[in-house]
């Protein structure tokens, strides 16, 4: 895993109508939108933050903990109108023993189905097994977080299993989660890479 080419400068991914980018306080108000929301945290092991100031605080958490290499937290914008955040994207948990690095993303709720989360892992999962050279991509899922278990399986992800009461995640208590992950060599199976 080459950790020096992601932390060396945040790195800005495209696709075809997203841009992943660093996030601004400028985009204080789509975050707070975000993270405000019950339903976009349903599923996920982050409590809800009904309060700007400290979602304003956050932001220049996301930017400290990519200077320390602990994680990239990536903005998720259109191409047509790079303003108006949709969603977050993250990697992190960087295993350089097994060259193992975990995913998650969630999206404003107003984007959801609209094949914006596939996108974006498409294009995370590209970065990272091409620039990075990681080995394995995995992410972890409640059982009942079937969109999100619809996205990667659509990114060539496989469901390993299930932890049963394995993790303890804020607000949830104790938790099963089950465990989806892509190696290296499946990347790419059937296209073409150049």
Known sequence: ?????????????????????????????EVFGIYSNDQVFEYCGIIPKHNKDTVKNMIGHFERDFNKGLRVKWGIFRKNNPYILLGIIEAMDFNQKVDMVTIGYFLAESYWGKGIATQAVEAVKKYLFETAEVNRIQ????????????????????????????????????IDLEIYSILAEEYGKGENRS
């Open 139 to 174: 992410a972890e899922v409640m059982p009942f977080n079937e969109r999100s278990k619809r996205v990667l399986l659509k990114s060539g992800f496989m469901k390993e299993g299930t932890l049963r009461q394995a993790h303890v995640w804020s607000g949830k208590g104790l």
């Open 1 to 29: 895993m080459k950790l020096s080419h992601v932390f060396e400068q945040f790195p800005i991914l495209e696709t075809e109508q997203l841009t992943l980018k660093k996030i601004e306080v400028s985009n204080l108000d």
